[in-house]
């Protein structure tokens, strides 16, 4: 059988989920590796709203009676092995800095395009629940 609209929406939520788990880990390691403090303080904060995206995102799991679970995406995968790498580098400070930084926003532009994806496969889907 093929998949219908709810399957579609459902696995691009577990994508999602998968994907800010992978961004906790991801962020707490940038953290660690950041140099300057106030990197470190952004990074942390932005950890803090991760862990809230994935509370919420595990609330609508429940309210569809659904699992979260599910793979990480590659193209997740691929930007935390070009993030590590990074930051990994035999670089001065500045350097792994601004790396963290470019990494995250990478991150941050991929999870902006998943929610806005999944964001139009809700209202499509409650659209045709009518």
Known sequence: MSPDLQDVLIDDLRYLHGTE?????????????????????AIRQHLDATRGQLDRLNKIFES??????????????????????????DADNEVIDLSIV???????HYEVACYSAVRTMARRWAWTMR
Not at 29 to 39: G, N, V
Not at 102 to 108: D, P, S, Y
């Open 64 to 89: 569809l009676d659904e699992k979260p679970e599910g793979e990480l995406p590659e193209a997740v995968q691929g930007l935390v092995n070009d993030a590590e790498t990074m930051m990994g580098m």
């Open 102 to 108: 470019e990494a995250g926003r990478k991150m941050e």
């Open 21 to 41: 788990e992978e961004q906790v880990r991801f962020l707490q390691a940038m953290a660690e590796a950041a140099a300057e403090p106030q990197l470190q303080q």
